[in-house]
């Protein structure tokens, strides 16, 4: 009876891991890369934290000369907006880059 119940618990254990394996392949890999998130918010090597602000203050003042001339040549409601929120989406990108270095 006891070794049933360790063979079962056993093949249990295996199928979950088989299961978290296939669901999610490169998840284990990940978690354990440099760029698996604390690693990279401790570390940043010097100028870099200096290049992301100069970086996100470019893309700010670009950002109105881009949109002005993009909105010259598409006059489609749609298609400004979805320049808008690309261009958001970049500087937030920009921002969050910055931040795991600050």
Known sequence: MRISLAVFAAVALLTVGAVVAL????????????????????????????????????????????????FRTHKKSKQRAAFVRLQSQQLKALQKRLAKCS
Do not use: F, H, I, W
């Not at 999610?24 to 570390?43: F, T």
């Not at 934290?49 to 993009?70: E, S, W």
């Open 23 to 70: 669901a999610a392949p490169g998840s284990l890999g990940r978690a354990a890369s440099p760029e698996g998130g604390a690693a990279q918010a401790v570390y940043c090597p010097a100028g870099v934290v200096k290049q992301l602000k100069a970086g996100v203050n470019t893309y700010r003042k670009r950002m109105v000369a881009d949109r002005t001339r993009y």
